[in-house]
Each structure stands twice: as structure tokens, then as C-alpha cells.
């Protein structure tokens, strides 16, 4: 039986159940965007990095590096474009969410393979006019990920 055989009796359950199955996930999502502090990630500040107890060295040792005077956590850890930020936020986002309630993450945290990309795209933004002559003297070797030489540069001495 179809949709159009089905007596309206039925769609009416139907509908209703999707509803209330719908509402249930909104309503357990909004809880836990409120009680998890999720606002906060949709700033700028650093500081609402350390909500998870994990990230406090990371912050800790950001606060101690050279950067600290010239770039946040989303400067070096989000696509500058627009989109890709908002992609990358709600990943993480998603995907911390789920270690942390699920208490399934290493601690130290570790930067995932996606991130570092990220990462690497934002040395290589912001130090463009740097790199752009010794990217130029040897175009056929790549670009060697800069924190394979300069890991404390962001997080200094962990």
C-alpha cells in the first residue's frame, strides 16, 4: 500500500510519531549544545578552548608561545575561508563532543591528520611573504610540514 492508500488515520500516526521523534532530537540537542557551554566554541576566544579539562596544557603552552601575541586557537586551527571555518568548527565540534561524553580520547590530545592540514594551510597564509622565496627555489620538493621543525612555535614547550 502506498502513501495515497494508506487511510488518514495512519499518515496521522505516521506524522505524529515523526514529530515527536524530531522533537526529541532537536530538544536533546539544544540541551546538550546548553549544557556543554556550545556557544562558547562559536567565539574567538581561547580560553573557551579549556571548557574540556583535555585542552588546558594546550592552552597553557599557547599562552607561553610566540603566537599568543598574534593568533588565536581558530587563527591557526580553522580555514581562514568562511565556509571551510564553519565545516571545520562543526566537525570538531561533533567529533569532541563524542570523545569527551563517550570519554573515549588520548590525553595528551593529538592534532588528527584533517587538522594538521588545516594547520599547515594557516602557517603557510600567514607567513606567505616568508616562505614565498624558499617555496620558490625548489617548487618540486613540497612544502615539509612547518611544525615537523617548529612544534613549539604554537604550543612552546610542552
Known amino acids: 500500500m502506498n502513501d495515497q492508500q494508506q487511510p488518514p488515520r495512519a499518515r496521522g500516526r505516521v506524522f505524529i510519531v515523526l514529530v ?3 522533537g526529541g532530537l532537536l530538544g536533546l540537542g539544544a540541551f546538550t549544545f546548553g549544557y556543554g557551554e556550545g556557544g ?12 574540556c579539562h583535555v585542552m588546558q596544557s594546550s592552552y597553557d603552552s599557547w599562552v607561553k608561545s610566540s603566537h599568543r601575541a598574534v593568533a588565536t586557537c581558530n587563527d591557526c586551527h580553522l580555514s581562514p575561508h568562511p565556509v571551510g571555518k564553519w565545516v571545520t568548527k562543526a566537525d570538531n ?3 569532541h563532543s563524542l570523545a569527551f561524553t563517550t570519554n573515549r580520547f588520548p590525553d595528551p590530545i ?14 603557510l597564509d600567514c607567513h606567505a611573504d616568508l616562505l614565498q622565496p624558499v617555496m620558490a627555489t625548489a617548487p618540486h620538493l613540497g612544502a615539509p610540514s612547518c611544525v615537523s621543525c ?9
Not at 40 to 51: F, T
Not at 110 to 123: E, G, L, Y
Open 20 to 22: 515527536v521523534a524530531l
Open 40 to 51: 562558547a566554541y562559536l567565539s574567538d576566544d581561547p580560553a573557551a578552548c579549556v571548557n
Open 93 to 95: 565540534g561533533f567529533f
Open 110 to 123: 593529538r592534532i588528527k591528520p584533517r587538522n594538521a592540514r588545516v594547520t599547515q594551510a594557516a602557517c
Open 150 to 158: 617548529h612544534a613549539q612555535v604554537g604550543h612552546a614547550a610542552r
